[in-house]
């Protein structure tokens, strides 16, 4: 385990806080926000994503309160992998979609409602980055909501797909469900706090799709039978080689979406 590090508990919203884990890198910025929910004041959390295995940064998440409830928003272990770890140390159950990462809870099915720390809970199943990805929407949270979106939504840069788990026609509807939550604040899983859920859908929307358009105009240029490093090197000239894998990950998604 690595040393505690200097982070502090700082407020996201009004049932929310965070606190950033030590673990930042080319995928996940500045480190994994593992989020602490509940009525301020309560004594008791649910803690969504517990991050990598460090005994301080779990330490001073255990510190805040009683943890009711632990929840995962995805398989990667930049937010799964301290969650057994975090079980034993709270006693609280781990639930995420996939039954490999739950300890001593059940997996979350898709519209459940989950009232645990004074809070609701909603979840919504989100494919596309993963295909065991979740978001938690919390409509209580302020005038508009919030949503845990993982690394559904970033608050910063745009998000991979981890094809061939991932996959683009996925993460498009995934899109469109999250864009009628409205306004909702995005507390994503790494980067800053956004504003407004429903925006930033939209700009990844467009996104998205200049991508496509970028490597359809590949594909003209190579030839219909062109391959994912081609493709890369194509569309992702000025790529730093750290993200360089993502980036493949991306095309092969992309080209497997656009052959049908």
Known sequence: MNPASSASILPASDLARFRLAPNP?????????????GVPGSGSAVVVDPGPLDEGHLGELAAEGRVELILVTHRH????????????????????????????????????AILAAGIELRVIA????????????????????????????LGRGTTVLDFPDGKLGDYLATLDRLEELGPATV?????????ALDAVVRSYRE??????????????????????????????SDIDPAVRRAAENSVAAQLEFLRG
């Not at 990805?133 to 209580?140: D, G, I």
């Not at 996104?207 to 090197?233: C, K, M, P, S, Y």
């Open 25 to 37: 890198g080319p995928m996940s910025l500045d480190g994994t926000n593992s989020y602490l929910l």
């Open 77 to 112: 272990a930049d937010h799964s992998a301290a969650a057994a770890y975090f079980h034993e140390l709270t006693g609280a159950p781990v639930r995420a979609a996939d039954a490999c990462h739950c300890h001593g809870g059940q997996p979350l099915t898709d519209g459940e």
């Open 126 to 153: 989100a494919p596309g980055h993963t295909s065991d990805s979740v978001c938690f929407h919390l409509p209580a949270d302020g005038p508009n909501g919030s949503v845990l979106t993982g690394d559904t939504i």
């Open 187 to 195: 507390l994503p899983g790494h980067g800053p706090v956004l504003p």
């Open 207 to 236: 996104h998205r799709h200049e991508r496509l358009g970028q490597i359809r105009a590949a594909l003209g240029d190579l030839g219909a039978g062109a391959g994912v490093h081609e493709i890369t090197d194509a569309v992702y």
